[in-house]
């Protein structure tokens, strides 16, 4: 009798009579001979209908599939290292065929396609190899999240996606009607995670989190998710030493388990394998120094405009990339200035201009991986920086009450997982890094 398989194990059932079930995603007619490629979900593999050795209504059957129809397949594994798939290497010789259902004409083809066409045809465009490959990456990338802080002592614990008031820029804020009050999505989990410690010492939430930022660039989404981690009694150079090995052991479980998968992207792994703690670490003050000195040996006007900056300003993305592109793996940038960052960011000791805050940007252009910093713990100082920005006190109560009662030096930080799946996977566009993007002009499928 046959053994049901799936197709990502087939190496295991050499010589054996198996049983695939799954989806057609391409069939080559060689006349006496049917080439079926079938996909299952776990790997793609290679079909023989071999006329002769068929009934002839379980051939005409392979004869008459078309792209997308589901089919039930028996029939002999054997090693062939010509045998394309996912995993390669070996091959279905079909015995019997069961046809559930065949599928309509299939809207995309093996062609090029317009990006909007593909988009607006998500949900079926998520079958296609490259979109498989991405989004098996993306399951381990927040697997490992996961599993790498809940067994280093961390707890999961989730906060609310509907807030009374902002996290980050008020400006960036969705606002929905709550029963006659005004109430918005959730920008970051990270000021009930700082309740959260004082109850559990070190914490993340994890979901998704959201931003009405009016912005078309390669780098944003509307929707997209983020970890969140914070650690009480933790300072920047505990974070930045936290952040380097967690973000190592996120590229090294890729590497370790997706070999295929980013043979299939055609990423440099070269690229990845230098990704090793330690990361190198400059300060806000040192980038600006670089960016500047940097700016003198180009005799583009246009690049020189890109690059363009005073100390103050907030990097753009030509900035973090030119930063990156200075070193051989991430690299950490210190101590922003104060009115660059949130309200809730630790003052350097003596230049409370700048704050205790630290973003990580990722090599090859794909900007900041991470940012986090110190919080202010001291009541004092939060309740001035909440009037210095004009936001109103009693909106943040509850986070003012945090430091009245056992307050501590802490830190944390946030990573975007679409941005990490996108510089892992080596993407153009951060649109593939999820299954359904939420951007400015889409919100369908």
Avoid at 72 to 100: H, K, S
Avoid at 319 to 333: G, K, L, N, Q, S
Wanted: net charge negative; proline share 5%; glycine share 8%.
């Amino acid at each position: 009798m046959a053994t049901l398989i799936q197709i990502g194990e087939i190496a295991q059932y050499d010589g054996q009579e198996v049983t695939v079930r799954g989806w057609l995603y391409n069939r080559t007619d060689k006349g006496r001979l049917q080439f079926l490629l079938v996909r299952d979900g776990t790997g793609i593999a290679q079909c023989v209908a071999f006329k002769k050795d068929l009934p002839e209504d379980v051939f005409e059957a392979a004869r008459a599939l078309t792209q997308e129809s589901s089919v039930m397949i028996t029939g002999i594994v054997r090693g062939d290292e010509r045998a394309p798939g996912y995993p390669g290497g070996f091959e279905i010789g079909i015995t019997n065929l069961e046809t559930i259902q065949i599928a309509e004409e299939y809207p995309i083809q093996p062609k090029d396609h317009g990006v909007e066409f593909l988009m607006d045809q998500r949900h079926l465009w998520l079958r296609s190899l490259r979109q498989w490959a991405i989004l098996r990456i993306r399951a381990t990338i927040i697997h490992t999240i996961r599993t790498w802080l809940d067994d280093r002592g961390y707890l999961l614990v989730d906060t609310p996606i509907l807030t009374p008031a902002a996290g980050e820029n008020t400006t960036t804020l969705f606002e929905i009607d709550y029963f006659g009050e005004p109430a918005y999505l959730a920008q970051t989990g990270q000021l009930y995670n700082e309740a959260n410690i004082g109850a559990f010492g070190k914490v993340y939430c994890f979901g998704p989190t959201f931003r009405a930022e009016k912005s078309k660039t390669r780098r944003h989404l509307m929707e997209f998710w983020m970890v969140e981690p914070e650690m009480a009694f933790y300072s920047l150079e505990d974070l930045m030493a936290m952040e380097e090995e967690f973000v190592s052991a996120i590229v090294a479980a890729v590497l370790d388990k997706h070999r295929m998968e980013l043979e299939i992207l055609e990423r440099d792994v070269a690229r990845l394998e230098t990704i090793k703690a330690p990361f190198h670490r400059i300060s806000y003050d040192e980038a600006v120094e670089r960016l500047q000195a940097l700016i003198e040996t180009i005799d583009d006007p246009e690049r020189k405009a890109e690059l363009a900056i005073t100390w103050g300003d907030d990097f753009g993305a030509p900035h973090e990339t030119a930063i990156a592109e200075m070193f051989d793996r991430p690299v950490f940038v210190y101590h922003y200035p104060t009115a660059a960052k949130a309200f809730y960011m630790q003052p350097v000791d003596g230049r409370p201009e700048v704050c205790r805050s630290v973003d990580l940007l990722a090599p090859e252009g794909y900007g900041e991986i991470t940012g986090g910093s110190e919080r202010i713990y001291d009541p004092e100082l939060l309740r001035q920086r909440i009037d210095e920005i004009g936001i109103s006190p009693e909106n943040y109560k509850w986070y003012l009450d945090l430091r009245k009662y056992g307050s501590v030096p802490h830190a944390g930080f946030g990573l975007g997982v679409e941005r990490t799946v996108a510089w892992i996977c080596g993407l153009p566009h951060i649109r593939e890094t999820i299954p359904y993007a939420r951007m400015l002009n889409r919100l369908y499928p």
